[in-house]
């Protein structure tokens, strides 16, 4: 499985931007899907998380209500709604996915994670 971000740029604190995740192959149906994100000097961490079906879904407490993961298999893209951004958003964002037909909570640590796209930057100016 390949995957392309896009979607990142520049915004201001109470913004939204919509990232995008491709992923190649005829089977990204079977996939769990996730958005990392690793910002400047710190540790990549899990931002949200959806099942194969779209009908799960997993959040960071960070982003919980202010982020929408989705997903359209018909496209085989992932998509990540943020909204009311802040500058403590501001990271190298990274879509990612689990082992064919792994459960959704597989993508929720990086540990999980069988396959990353390469990044897209969101900054968030104050």
């Known amino acids: 499985v390949q995957l392309q971000a896009s979607g990142g740029g520049l915004v201001q604190a109470g913004d939204s931007l919509r990232l995008a995740c491709a992923a190649s192959g005829r089977t990204f149906s079977s996939y769990a899907m996730g958005w990392f994100r690793q910002a400047p000097g710190k540790e990549r961490e899990f931002v949200a998380a959806?099942?194969?079906?779209?009908?799960?879904?997993y959040y960071a407490d960070s982003v919980k209500g202010r982020f929408t993961i989705s997903r359209d298999n018909a496209k085989n893209t992932v998509y990540l709604q943020m909204n009311s951004l802040k500058p403590e958003d501001t990271a190298v964002y990274y879509c990612?996915?689990?082992?064919?037909?792994?459960?959704?909570?597989?993508?929720?640590?990086?540990?999980?994670?069988?396959?990353w796209g390469q990044g897209t930057q969101v900054t968030v100016s104050s």
């Open positions: 990612a996915a689990g082992g064919r037909d792994d459960p959704i909570v597989v993508v929720t640590t990086i540990k999980g994670v069988r396959y």
């Open positions: 959806i099942s194969w079906s779209g009908g799960s879904t």
